[in-house]
Nanobody, 116 residues
Framework: QVQLVESGGGLVQPGGSLRLSCAAS????????ITWYRQAPGKERELVAW????????NYADSVKGRFTISRDNSKRTVFLHMNNLQREDTAVYYC?????????WGQGTQVTVSS
């Protein structure tokens, strides 16, 4: 059974940092690209970043380039999203996702709130 569990969200002031984690189980972790998405209230889900199987290829939404870094530790079956210089517009529920056997799987999400 595919399972993704996000953690690390919270309340942070503008300019602050957070590190999100996504712990994966139930599938061949090293064989899959992992994505981070976010969804703000009243908005559609937005792709934030993805990382390839080996961890040496990444891509980012323009809105987070230079501020967010995605990484993975295949030995721990975990993907991270390091978020620096957070802004109010980064407030959202953040989800990690994987496509397995032709279907999208998501975790329950972790809330990130950027506010002073």
């Amino acid at each position: 059974q595919v399972q993704l569990v996000e953690s690390g969200g919270g309340l942070v002031q503008p300019g602050g940092s957070l590190r999100l984690s996504c712990a994966a189980s139930g599938f061949a972790f090293t064989s899959h690209v992992i994505t981070w998405y976010r969804q703000a209230p009243g908005k559609e889900r937005e792709l934030v970043a993805w990382i390839n199987r080996a961890g040496d290829g990444t891509n980012y939404a323009d809105s987070v380039k230079g501020r967010f870094t995605i990484s993975r530790d295949n030995s721990k079956r975990t993907v991270f999203l390091h978020m620096n210089n957070l802004q109010r517009e980064d407030t959202a529920v953040y989800y990690c996702g994987v496509v397995w056997s032709g279907r999208d799987y998501w975790g329950q999400g972790t809330q990130v709130t950027v506010s002073s």
